[in-house]
């Protein structure tokens, strides 16, 4: 009967290891199959929110040609420019500065409009063949500029630590937008880009 209790005694313990030693590679493969499945789910979010990023900023970037292209129509382009400006900056996480050129081939003057929603006031300077106007604009404000000059002219427009150069003619009628654009949906994108086109 001694005996007999005593494989029984044993019997138990030997089944005990066991199913400590079953529980432990359960949570061991359970924290190596999390480990895994966390990163590929980071690295799909840092991928989709890129992605949005990357369409937030083109489409921006779209209305602002599209509502630049108005102003062979319109005389309150810089107006839409305002507005639509300020609703980018309070819907979205985004910083805009932009530039609207205009030429005109009959009148031969030049407008420039500047726009600064980069969350901060700041130096701006822009410098048209030699004739400057500085001023430091406001947050969220706009400024317009009237030049006159005949053929070419290489305007120059510093805005806080950046600068941005542009070749016109003023011999007909033409527009150019500048945009800087930073938006953060998850991740802060920044973009750059002029278009420019004659009629």
Known sequence: MEIMAKRKKEKKQKG??????AIFMIVAIVMIKNSIGTSAI????RFQASNTADRTIENVRSE????????QFSSQTGGYLQD?????????????????VLTNGTTQNCNVT????LGEGM??????????ASAV???????????????SMLLLVKYGGDAETFNLSTTGNSEMIFTDITIN???????????????
């Open 16 to 21: 005990q290891m066991f199913i400590i030693a």
């Open 114 to 117: 500047t726009g600064n929603y």
């Open 137 to 151: 604009m406001k947050d969220m404000s706009s400024s317009s500029t009237v030049y006159h000059t005949t053929g």
């Open 185 to 199: 949906s998850g991740l802060v994108k920044r973009e750059l880009d002029k278009s420019q086109w004659a009629w």
């Open 123 to 132: 130096n701006v300077s822009v410098n048209a063949s030699g004739t400057v």
């Open 42 to 45: 980071q690295e799909e979010s």
């Open 84 to 100: 639509f400006s300020s609703e980018i900056r309070h819907d979205m996480d985004s910083r805009i500065f932009y530039v609207l």
């Open 64 to 71: 602002y040609s599209r509502i630049a292209a108005l102003a």
